[in-house]
């Protein structure tokens, strides 16, 4: 045996298989999983969970032309840090990802530096001006798994809708970042009472929800498959339910930051806080827990947007939108939802493994015998602090910074390989 993780506690979504056992890793799949005996490379991972490593629908990798925040390498070691095997990245680089050349650029760097699966997203229309569409069809055929203009709405309807029929004809799902820019103006946080204590101006949640009910009588029309972005509030949340009551062909997904912080957490102007769509409300945040509960809310996603330290370090109205996320997410929720009780950690995992990748269309990732060995170890016991050598990824734009988590990622095994290892 190549590796044998001895030990564990079994967790396994898809099969909802939870026991303790070894499982063994031989020749970049799973051998046996049960009581092993004999093997060289030994970890001992008692009190530890093992499961399916996980899978992000929404990370910005920043190559090509942003390097100073983000590398594909540095975002595939955060990743893995992050106990992820799989991420799709948006779009938004320099040059935009808009064409076949750039998304085949994306694939063979990410196939080189290796340790997690890329699957890119395209763009929906060309240099995401919202103007034209982007060659869609091209798109595809050099393997894109969706189209966003993730950071900007489609503010022509019209042209949505092509995209939709478009999408529609060749199966393919639209990931829709949803806010009215005319509502949003130059809001910086939430509006509300923070807002209005501190002198910023504030993004209303109609921002957010008014394009979603456009967007969601588009999809009555023409059946395109659509996703919706970090949805942060409970409007959003109450036409998307009514919608998936209709059997509209719509998934959602919320950040680890919308479910366990709220616009207090701007605090003293923290720029780390400045995110888009703006964190929300006590009772926002609430709502989308249950969300996530009651099945509204589909998949948990990072959005993973690494800044350099310059981007940050300016005045709350100066400052980049974006957390450092892919790093964080895992713990950050084991500690707020499951140690709480609020969700159960097989179900929570179920929206960061299996409805991640079914949404992106990739086949899910299961602990089986046969399978390629995709395994993240995690200690939930784990203490430490976060500082900004916690973090390998170049973005350290984290509001967790300073603060004490508790739950590690102790190992990513990647194609039965380590990508990431602590012990
Ligand atoms: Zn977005």
Same mark, same amino acid.
């Given at each position: ?59 910005? @990798? ?16 955060? +990743? +893995?840090?992050?106990? #992820? ?8 680089? @320099? ?27 395209? !763009? ?148 780390? +806080?400045?995110?888009?769509?703006? @964190? ?6 609430? !709502? @989308? ?94 203490? #430490? ?39």
């Amino acid at each position: 045996m190549d590796i044998v993780l001895k030990n564990g506690i079994v967790v396994d979504p898809l099969s909802g298989i939870r026991k303790t056992a070894d499982i063994a890793i031989e020749n970049g799949t799973i051998q046996s999983i049960g009581n092993i005996k004999k093997s060289t490379q030994e970890l001992d991972c008692k009190n530890n969970f093992l499961f399916p490593s996980l899978f992000d629908l929404h990370t910005h @990798l920043r190559e090509p032309g942003f390097e100073s925040s983000e590398t594909i390498e540095t975002g595939l070691a955060a +990743a +893995a840090h992050g106990g #992820y095997g799989s991420v799709c990245c948006m779009p938004n680089s @320099l040059p935009v990802n808009d064409s076949a050349v750039i998304t085949k650029y994306i694939r063979y760097r990410a196939e080189e530096i290796g340790g997690c699966n890329v699957y890119p997203i395209g !763009a929906i229309t060309k240099d995401l001006c919202g103007k034209s569409l982007s060659d869609m069809y091209s798109l595809k055929s050099a393997g894109v798994v969706a189209y966003s203009d993730d950071g900007f709405p489609v503010e022509d309807s019209s042209l949505l809708r092509k995209a939709m029929k478009i999408a529609k004809s060749i199966n393919m799902p639209l990931f829709l970042h949803e806010e009215d820019k005319f509502l949003s103006q130059d809001g910086m946080i939430r509006d509300g009472e923070i807002a209005v204590r501190l002198g910023l101006n504030g993004i209303p949640p109609s921002s957010e929800s008014s394009i979603i009910a456009r967007d969601l009588e588009i999809v009555r029309e023409t059946g395109a498959r659509i996703h919706f972005c970090h949805i942060s509030c409970i409007r959003s949340l109450q036409l998307i339910k009514e919608a998936k009551r209709d059997n509209l062909p719509v998934t959602c997904e919320v950040t680890p930051h919308h479910l366990c912080f709220t616009d207090l957490d701007v605090g003293q102007y923290n720029t780390n +806080a400045k995110v888009n769509p703006p @964190l929300a409300s006590i009772s926002d945040r609430d !709502a @989308l827990i249950d969300g996530l509960v009651d099945g509204t809310i589909d998949a948990v996603a990072t959005d993973h947007a690494p800044h350099s330290y310059d981007m940050k370090r300016k005045s709350i109205k100066d400052a980049a939108f974006g957390m450092s996320g892919i790093e964080t997410a895992l713990p950050l929720l084991y500690a707020s939802l499951v140690k709480s009780g609020k969700i159960d950690f097989s179900k929570l995992l179920y929206k960061m493994i299996i409805t991640p990748a079914r949404i992106a269309g990739v086949k899910p990732n299961t602990i089986e015998t046969g399978r390629l060995a995709n395994i993240t170890v995690f200690d939930p016991s784990e203490t #430490y602090n976060v500082t900004e050598k916690f973090f390998l990824s170049k973005g350290k734009n984290s509001l967790l910074l300073g603060k004490s988590l508790e739950g590690a990622v102790k190992a990513t095994i990647f194609n039965g390989k380590f990508s990431y290892r602590m012990f």
